[in-house]
């Protein structure tokens, strides 16, 4: 008979992205997660098979909480320019400190290099930008293009903050998404 298991597949999981995000995930080994799971190393061989395999679980659960976020904020958010902000807002991580931000451009790497995690970035994107458009215009045949126009400021104006990190991230962000509204000639 097996023995239960004491902990979750989702807390070790878990404590994988922890340990990628504060270390990279290079450092996202069976031996750094058992330290923080409570399991010895051959445990989480057994269940996970690879360290491979055990990054790619913790980034497809961190997509999966990704992914319930933005749905969450969409229906929640009012369909206004600013409930587009709030979206995008909300995204950014309240519980990391500013400086964990480029451990997670890392993170965004081994998203790219992998085309099961390429594919989800893909399909949140097509999420976002409908969230996103559908608060910034009524026009249908518009709401697609500012949607996206959107979420690549957002994306611009993270990077060019973690370069400087003058202010705290997410209302940096905020308030120049704002700007470009404005810019833009969308009503708040």
Same mark, same amino acid.
């Given at each position: 008979?097996?023995?239960?298991?004491?902990?979750? !597949?989702?807390?070790?999981?878990?404590?994988? =992205?922890?340990?990628?995000?504060? #270390?990279?995930?290079?450092?996202? +080994?069976?031996?750094?997660?058992?330290?923080?799971?409570?399991?010895?190393?051959?445990? @989480?061989?057994?269940?996970? *098979?690879?360290?491979?395999?055990? =990054?790619?679980?913790?980034?497809?659960?961190?997509?999966?909480?990704? !992914?319930?976020? +933005?749905?969450?904020?969409?229906?929640?958010?009012?369909?206004?320019?600013?409930?587009?902000?709030?979206?995008?807002?909300?995204?950014?991580?309240?519980?990391?400190? !500013? !400086?964990?931000?480029?451990?997670?451009?890392? @993170? @965004?790497?081994?998203?790219?290099?992998?085309?099961?995690?390429?594919? #989800? *970035?893909?399909?949140?994107?097509?999420?976002?930008?409908?969230? @996103?458009?559908? #608060?910034?215009?009524?026009?249908?045949?518009?709401?697609?293009?500012?949607?996206?126009?959107?979420?690549?400021?957002?994306?611009?104006?993270?990077?060019?903050?973690?370069?400087?990190?003058?202010?705290?991230?997410?209302?940096?962000?905020?308030?120049?998404?704002?700007?470009?509204?404005?810019?833009?000639?969308?009503?708040?």
């Amino acid at each position: 008979m097996a023995r239960p298991r004491t902990v979750s !597949d989702e807390a070790i999981l878990d404590a994988a =992205l922890g340990v990628a995000h504060r #270390r990279g995930p290079a450092n996202v +080994t069976f031996a750094s997660v058992s330290e923080v799971a409570g399991l010895s190393p051959a445990t @989480l061989v057994q269940r996970f *098979g690879s360290k491979e395999a055990l =990054l790619r679980a913790a980034l497809e659960r961190a997509w999966d909480f990704l !992914d319930a976020t +933005t749905a969450r904020e969409d229906e929640r958010q009012p369909l206004t320019p600013e409930g587009a902000v709030q979206i995008v807002t909300e995204l950014w991580p309240a519980t990391e400190a !500013d !400086d964990a931000y480029a451990e997670g451009l890392l @993170l @965004l790497y081994e998203d790219m290099r992998d085309p099961i995690l390429r594919q #989800r *970035g893909v399909t949140w994107r097509t999420a976002l930008t409908h969230a @996103l458009g559908r #608060r910034l215009s009524n026009d249908p045949a518009r709401q697609a293009l500012m949607g996206q126009l959107m979420a690549s400021q957002w994306q611009g104006a993270q990077i060019w903050w973690a370069f400087g990190r003058e202010g705290r991230g997410r209302d940096v962000v905020a308030g120049e998404l704002r700007a470009w509204l404005k810019a833009m000639g969308v009503e708040r």
